[in-house]
């Protein structure tokens, strides 16, 4: 297999968080008076925890320009959530407090706390370890509900927000607070036991010390995408999430409370975009509303030509229809990801987003000044490779962006100040490439061939449905098999490690997979079946994860009776030169240590088509 080699063996990683301050727009300007005109940027400030590993933040701005932002931060097996916040407009934050109280152990999660800052309120919903977990359900937790009256110098114990009492997941949250003072939240729960979970919601009206009773919204929600949830000044609710319709499609809906969040409309789809999708995407939809009513959506999908984009609709009806989507994103390079947007009284919107290619990791920018109608030109706001965006904003329009970065061994989590001009009038010095950075550049572009993607976006495999093909009967892509795939070097569930090196000559079945993904763990007892058919001096079937939780899921693979190795991702970067858009994604290679197939979504991998491929696999010769 090719070089470089992936490597995330390091056990502590040198962990820095930014935010960057955009200042606000004037309201006396308008789009048409100066369609050019850009905010300007504030100091970039940076705080490093030397840490095991940190998930993004959310930010906040109050009125008064302070910032906020809360976090996760794991230390050895210790995790902690974390706040922190300025003492002066526009930062730096000031030492962080603890969120979770002794005893309180945060489970782990892969999207930050949910964060409002109201005067000296603060409120932040975590999900914390369920107290009856069991070897048969490790993966579960409690949402929680922290407050603080005192501006985030202290925090007390957290309520409890689920009412159901099951030892199941209650996750991807949602939190805001009315004009009325009202707490709204939103999650995700299966308690019912369907195949899919729901959406649900609940209130509080007496500043977080206790919680309504729980509501559904509806049924057949996507279980990893994160809820959204605003309210409007005339008190209307509104909450989005990404609902499974008949034959997988995937759309963006919104749901609609005249009643405080008592009860809501039926969903409404906002995108149309008939997206069928059989994995989980892990990508959340965002919204905002300005002081005139206007109700904006912003949203990652692929569509019915499964081409990734970010688009944004908006609705001057309450969200009963929604007008024509507008595509925001323009590289044709690379994956738009993780959408976060910000709109301010006056209908001015700013929109973030990561996007990925084989070689980088952005953040980008653009605005609307015009209430959504245009955008400014996209414009890239971090250093090195940056993640898991997230934006607030405050009445008077003043924007505060936050975003994590990788910087070799560090995870970057980041704070900036410039002025427009100064922003804008900086070029990126031509400098030579030396060799280490050409020798990523040319794995990367031949991982992005090997996965299927041209650079410039065409699709290079398709999946065959011709009669008799191994690879159409379980719905494979087959790949061109003419690259080898990377090579990589990660650190195993049992402490040690696993080289693809160690795999040469052998077939691998290589299945990326993570805990809050039900497809994934109910496809994984069919990964060990399939295992069991072969001897692993021939095919080796190895899972990946990002979810750095070692004891949950040893649990979930020994009540299972399952000995599959077990890999950590730790900064996904294995994910992303793989172009892991959704999982389950299972990536077929030949002895070659070339790429041949890729699935994404669960299958039936014990079925006889499965064993079939992977003994055509075997058959072929290197």
């Known amino acids: 297999m090719s070089k470089p080699t992936i490597n995330t063996q390091a056990l502590y990683l040198m962990c820095t968080m930014a935010v960057v301050l955009a200042v606000g727009w004037p309201a006396t300007l308008r789009s048409a008076e100066a369609p050019e005109f850009s905010p300007a940027f504030g100091p970039k400030h940076v705080t490093v925890h030397h840490v095991k590993g940190v998930v993004g933040p959310s930010v906040q701005i109050d009125d008064e320009g302070m910032i906020s932002a809360t976090w996760v931060e ?83 114990p957290s309520t409890l927000v689920n009412d159901d009492d099951q030892v199941i997941q209650h996750t991807f949250d949602a939190l805001n607070v009315a004009p009325d003072g009202v707490l709204h939240l939103a999650w995700i729960d299966g308690r019912e036991g369907k195949k899919e979970p729901g959406t649900f919601v609940a209130r509080s009206t007496d500043q977080g010390r206790t919680i309504t009773k729980n509501f559904k919204v509806d049924d057949n929600t996507c279980v990893c995408c994160r809820t959204s949830i605003a309210t409007s000044p005339d008190g209307l609710v509104y909450v989005a999430w990404r609902k499974i319709f008949d034959g997988n499609i995937r759309e963006t809906v919104v749901a609609r409370s005249a009643d405080g969040g008592m009860t809501f409309s039926a969903p409404v789809v906002v995108g149309n ?63 738009p990801d993780h959408p976060q ?94 060799r280490s950075r050409l020798r990523r550049m040319a794995c990367a572009v031949i991982v992005a061939a090997c996965m299927g993607l041209s650079v410039f976006g065409a699709p290079l495999y398709g999946a065959s449905s011709a009669a008799g093909d191994p690879y159409g009967a379980l719905g494979v892509a087959r790949m061109s098999g003419d690259v080898p795939a990377v090579a990589f070097d990660l650190k195993a569930l049992d402490g040690a490690s696993l080289a693809s090196q160690h795999l040469a000559g052998k077939v691998v079945v290589l299945n990326f997979w993570a805990t809050w993904c039900g497809p994934c763990k109910e496809e994984m007892p069919s990964l060990a079946r399939l295992q069991s058919q072969f001897d692993t001096g021939q095919v080796r079937v190895v899972t990946v994860t990002a979810d750095i939780q070692p004891i949950g899921i040893k649990q979930f693979l020994d009540h299972l009776g399952i000995t599959l190795p077990v890999l950590f991702d730790e900064e996904q970067e294995l994910s992303r030169l793989f172009t892991v858009r959704g999982l389950p994604t299972t990536v077929l290679i030949g002895q070659d240590g070339h790429a041949l197939g890729r699935a994404i979504g669960p299958r039936a991998w014990d079925s006889q088509e499965s064993i079939a491929l992977v003994r055509h696999v075997l058959d072929r010769q290197p």
């Not at 977990?133 to 009256?149: A, H, V």
């Not at 301010?344 to 959504?372: A, L, Y």
């Open 273 to 335: 975009d008939r997206w069928v999708y059989q994995a989980c995407p892990h990508r959340p939809a965002s919204l905002g509303v300005d002081r005139m009513g206007r109700l904006y959506v912003v949203w990652y999908t692929e569509g019915a030509d499964e081409t990734p984009a970010i688009y944004l609709a908006y609705s001057d009806d309450q969200g009963k229809t929604f007008s024509e989507k507008k595509q925001l994103n323009r590289s044709k390079g690379t994956f």
């Open 341 to 434: 947007m910000a709109v301010d009284p006056h209908g001015r919107v700013m929109v973030i987003w990561e996007e990925q290619s084989p070689v980088r990791r952005e953040i980008v920018m653009r605005h609307s000044r015009d209430r959504g109608n245009s955008f400014s030109q996209p414009q890239k706001l971090n250093e090195k490779h940056g993640q898991t965006p997230t934006i607030g904003v405050n009445q008077q329009g003043t924007v505060v962006m936050g975003w994590k970065e990788h910087r070799c061994r560090r995870i970057v989590l980041w704070f900036r100040r410039c002025s427009c001009q100064e922003f804008r009038s900086q070029k990126r010095r031509s400098e030579p490439m030396d």
């Open 74 to 156: 794991e230390d050895k097996d210790t995790r902690t959530i974390l706040f922190s916040r300025s003492k002066t407009q526009g930062g730096p934050l000031g030492t962080p407090v603890s969120v979770n109280q002794p005893g309180e152990s945060p489970y782990y999660r892969q999207e930050a706390p949910a964060l409002i800052v109201r005067g000296q309120d603060v409120f932040v919903t975590w999900s914390m370890t369920h107290p009856k977990m069991t070897p048969d359900k490790p993966f579960s937790g409690e949402l929680r509900l922290s407050r603080s009256s005192d501006g985030g110098r202290s925090f007390g």
